[in-house]
């Protein structure tokens, strides 16, 4: 049973807006920290990046199984 035609890209769409809004801790909080750095914080956001870019590929390449 499916509920919409573009499953993926819904998928995607909503991935990016929870991204974005995950990155919110990330410049506003982690910076007050006592001895957070601007490089630490650069790689905690490429590593955000990366998880999410793979995640994403992940769930959204994989083939749909068909039914019988």
Known sequence: MRFTR???AIFSVISAIVF???LIP????IPTVP???NGQ???LVLM???AASVIVRL??????????
């Open 6 to 8: 573009h499953p993926a």
């Open 20 to 22: 974005i809004v995950t």
């Open 26 to 29: 990330d410049f506003t909080y």
């Open 35 to 37: 001895g957070a750095s």
């Open 41 to 43: 914080t650069a790689i």
């Open 48 to 50: 955000h990046v990366i």
């Open 59 to 68: 769930l959204t390449s994989t083939p749909a199984r068909q039914s019988r």
